[in-house]
């Protein structure tokens, strides 16, 4: 079959002299697996080799070898030069592109996941846009979109409400991956894998639902970090391995 959409590469190996493996997450068609023969030469219809989080107007057909697609056209028109000015953001960026790749599965359409990601991108190519906030609502928007978060508001094994009226009460709060939410603190003590929260990264939490709801929230650095490490912790559980990106795009502990 053959497809047009618009596409973010979020992976990109050498094939050959002159041929690249290229991933693409395309807005109508999920993620495609493409070879994209002849892109290295400084001629090619691309215009050259493609980059990591270049995004266009991409023609590719879905049979092909080893499970290869075969990319026809590829044309760009945003190669996201501000965001790769800045460590920070250029690693918040590869990261966002990194766990797009491990969370949505080949040839399955999830169109509120790539205009999460094309929106998290453009955020971040603004100059002065906070790195740690973006990166904490696309974790958290993209886990939901992958069915992996629920909404964190309620103990997952009572459903009581998780309301802490004080960071010392804060710090009996746990979230548990493969629960796959917060435990009170009656709850706690029967989950074997769990880890513990703090005001910060509930407020954090709190802010984003707020903001997912049409808000306007600040979500200030501290939470923003706070919020990262815990859904980088949940995405390794839930993975059983740790993203290349986390020790670049995550703040680690204080
Ligand atoms: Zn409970």
Known sequence: MRFREPAICIRATDYSETSQVVTFFTRGAGTARLLAKGTKRPRSKSGGAIDLLSE?????????????????EFSE?????????EAARLHAALYMIELTGELMPEAAPHVEAFDLLHKGLARLDEPGSPTAAVLAYFQWRMLRHAGLLGALRACVTCGAAVKPASAREARRVWFSSREGGLLCPTCEGAAVEKIRLDAETLAGLEALQAAAAGRKVALPDGQAHAVNRLLAYHVREQLGKVLKLVRYAIAQGR
């Open 77 to 85: 028109t945003v190669s996201h030069t501000p965001l790769r000015r």
């Open 56 to 72: 266009g107007d991409l023609v590719f057909t879905t049979s092909g070898r080893e499970g290869l697609g075969t990319l026809i």
